[in-house]
Nanobody
C-alpha cells in the first residue's frame, strides 16, 4: 500500500506563485521518478515536470522558465515551485511516482488524489 499526500494548491492571482508538495509513504523500497501532471477542465491530463534518478529535471515547454521541480530524497517528497502563474495554469495537479516495492520487484506507478490550482483575478 502506497500513500501520496499532496498539499499547496489554492487560488492565486495572475503573476503570483504557489508551491506544491507531495510526500510518498507506505510499501516503497525505492523511488525511480517523482513528478507532476495536471488536468484542466475539458482537457486531457498532461505532464508538467518530473525528476528521474540520476537525470536533470524535465519540464513541459509551457512551464519552462516558470516552474521548478525538486525532490528531497530523505523525505520521499517532491516539490513544484510555480512562479509567474497564468490563468492557463488553472488545473488539478496530480503527483505521480514510479517506484519499487521491494528489491528485484517490477516497477509500479501511483497517482495522488490531486490538488486544485486556480489562477484568477
Amino acid at each position: 500500500q502506497v500513500q501520496l499526500v499532496e498539499s499547496g494548491g489554492g487560488l492565486v492571482q495572475p503573476g503570483g506563485s504557489l508551491r506544491l508538495s507531495c510526500t510518498a509513504s507506505g510499501s516503497i523500497y525505492s523511488i525511480e521518478t517523482m513528478g507532476w501532471h495536471r488536468q484542466a477542465p475539458g482537457k486531457q491530463r498532461e505532464l508538467v515536470a518530473y525528476i528521474r534518478n540520476g537525470e536533470p529535471p524535465s519540464y513541459a515547454e509551457s512551464v519552462k522558465g516558470r516552474f521548478a521541480v525538486s525532490r528531497d530524497i530523505t523525505k520521499n517528497t517532491v516539490y513544484l515551485q510555480m512562479n509567474s502563474l497564468e490563468p492557463e495554469d488553472t488545473a488539478v495537479y496530480y503527483c505521480h511516482l514510479y517506484y519499487f516495492s521491494a528489491a528485484y520487484s517490477v516497477m509500479r506507478d501511483y497517482w495522488g488524489q490531486g490538488t486544485q490550482v486556480t489562477v484568477s483575478s
